[in-house]
């Protein structure tokens, strides 16, 4: 009998929900953790449509003690010419949460893998899982010794390394990959794919001092666009309870090319965008600076399969998006809740294969398409004429906010029909 009925690889959002769900269910699950919460990351707008999976959590009264709350989504025209357009959560189709938060991923995703522990499950920090192992050809059980990836083999555990560098073979039932964009098992299988029209660098950094709405209206996202089309940069401010803001740029690889001379580092970089777009720059005119401005790049792709024989991928191990509509979290946490609970059953019934979890990957890859589609029209310049409309069509205008609240899962048939066809996913 193996030690662990689950070894999930990744404490973030993705490996901390599913950990906490099937701990929830008695199953023995082992959390292996590469770094130590807790520990910066971005993507901290979350959607009102992951609000469910913090309830059967039981953290969302934490949540809401601890986080700021956003009720909806500004977009600003650059340029400064004044023109902007809110959506607000309430409107949306069918909307059970009015609301999300803004929420520092360093306390966030700690708050998360701590509750995993609470439930249950064993939590294990400085674990690098460095490769997953494959039952024997031949030999029911037995690990092989050298199988990664996703080669022939029912996955049977993980190879880790601890915190002292001791590598150890750890045996489970059932392999969960959140690795994140490490994406330990697509990675070996060379199974990864970027895609195309969607290569672009991420400038960010934490302030304090920065402008911030009033009211009901003080935990907005503010999202600044300057430019259209492929050339089309735009940047974010995200209000959080204690004073503090995260702020960035999202530009094209031919933007950061046409400037890099002039503007060698991230900083400079970050600020000559914010100079570019002078709404961006009125935002953060009193803004300091909480830590050196950083850069991250190339960070969308897709990944071939999200299931095998033993294993799932879940959240960013599974594939990313570009961030423009604070897709990560979401994605990572409804993806995850929705694996612990088809894992369970599986185990329950002694059937691990690939093909019991196709209609759990068919969902994630709807899911994800959904949102897919609607940035490549942005990118396109398509989006945006759509969003900054006067007058807008009601329905539309419903449709967009509903696809800003992350209802893209179960969505109701009539608008998702018409998003889908106005922004379908191109190759």
Do not use: N
């Amino acid at each position: 009998m193996p030690s662990w009925d689950v070894v999930v690889a990744g404490g973030g959002p993705a490996g901390s929900v599913c950990a906490a769900r099937l701990a929830a269910r008695r199953r023995r699950v082992v959390v292996l953790e590469r770094d130590h919460h807790p520990r910066f990351h971005l993507g901290e707008s979350l959607l009102p449509g992951s609000l469910g999976v913090l309830d059967q959590l039981g953290v969302l009264d934490e949540v809401r003690r601890t986080f700021q709350c956003k009720r909806g989504a500004r977009f600003v025209d650059g340029a400064g010419r004044d023109a902007s357009v809110r959506y607000a959560f309430a409107e949306a189709f069918h909307a059970k949460w009015d609301h999300a938060f803004q929420v520092p991923r360093d306390a966030f995703d700690a708050l998360l893998f701590r509750r995993a522990g609470e439930i249950g499950a064993e939590l294990r920090e400085g674990w690098e899982v460095t490769r997953v192992l494959r039952e024997a050809p031949g030999r029911a059980g037995a690990p092989a010794e050298a199988d990664a990836g996703t080669g022939p083999g029912r996955a049977v555990g993980v190879e880790a390394r601890d915190a002292g560098g001791q590598v150890h073979a750890i045996d489970a039932r059932f392999v969960v990959d959140a690795t994140g964009r490490d994406a330990v098992v697509a990675r070996a299988a060379r199974d990864v794919a970027r895609i195309p029209q969607l290569d672009r660098t991420a400038l960010f950094v934490q302030v304090r001092g920065a402008w911030r709405d009033t009211g009901e209206r003080e935990g907005d996202l503010q999202l600044i666009v300057s430019g259209d089309g492929a050339d089309c940069t735009w940047l974010w401010l995200i209000p959080f309870a204690d004073g503090r803001a995260s702020t960035g740029a999202c530009v094209s690889s031919a933007w950061i090319r046409a400037r890099r001379e002039a503007h060698p580092t991230p900083e400079a970089l970050l600020r000559q965008a914010w100079r570019e777009a002078p709404a961006a720059q009125a935002m953060l005119a009193d803004a300091e600076l909480l830590f050196p401005p950083g850069a991250t790049s190339d960070f969308s792709f897709r990944v071939g399969s999200l299931r095998g024989d033993g294993w799932l991928a879940i959240g960013d191990a599974g594939g990313f998006l570009d961030p423009l509509f604070s897709t990560g979290a979401h994605l990572a946490m409804v993806g995850a809740l929705r694996a612990a609970d088809v894992i369970d059953a599986a185990l329950d019934d002694g059937d691990v294969s690939a093909a019991r979890f196709a209609p759990w990957e068919a969902t994630m890859r709807a899911g994800t398409d959904f949102f897919l589609g609607a940035v490549q029209a942005f990118y396109a310049g398509e989006l945006a004429p759509l969003l900054f409309a006067e007058p807008q069509r009601p329905f539309l205008r419903r449709a967009i906010t509903s696809l800003l609240a992350g209802d893209v899962f179960e969505p109701d048939a009539r608008w998702a029909g018409e998003v889908r066809a106005r922004f379908p996913v191109r190759a």
